[in-house]
Nanobody
Framework: QVHLVESGGDSVQTGGSLRLSCIIS????????MAWFRRAPGKEREGVAL????????YVPDSLEERFTISLDGAKTTMFLQMSSLTPRDTAMYYC????????????????????WGQGTQVTVSS
């Protein structure tokens, strides 16, 4: 069973940067994808970055790709989300998630397909 713990959330000013971490523990051999999601106040949770766990290929939506980068460390024990040029619209609780399911371009951020979730880390961006 996989266990995920996020950290790195903080309060920053507009234009700042943050790197979120997701510690991955347990049996990871069946993980196919991992992702970062966020839920802003009053909004539904949305996917912001995806990584293919075995081959490390990544996907970030066009609207975020210039500012968000997802990566794994060499041992695949930590996943990162590097965020830059932050604005108040990035204020949200950020979650990491893992899935053993095969994803398609249409289902890459389909929440029910993700088996394991972390508890979240709060990012607050002030103007």
């Amino acid at each position: 069973q996989v266990h995920l713990v996020e950290s790195g959330g903080d309060s920053v000013q507009t234009g700042g940067s943050l790197r979120l971490s997701c510690i991955i523990s347990g049996s990871t051999k069946s993980i196919k994808y991992m992702a970062w999601f966020r839920r802003a106040p009053g909004k539904e949770r949305e996917g912001v970055a995806l990584i293919n766990f075995p081959v490390r290929s990544t996907y970030v939506p066009d609207s975020l790709e210039e500012r968000f980068t997802i990566s794994l460390d060499g041992a695949k024990t930590t996943m990162f989300l590097q965020m830059s040029s932050l604005t108040p619209r990035d204020t949200a609780m950020y979650y990491c998630a893992a899935t053993e399911n095969t994803l398609t371009p249409n289902s890459r951020f389909d929440e029910p397909l993700y088996n394991t979730w972390g508890q979240g880390t709060q990012v607050t961006v002030s103007s």
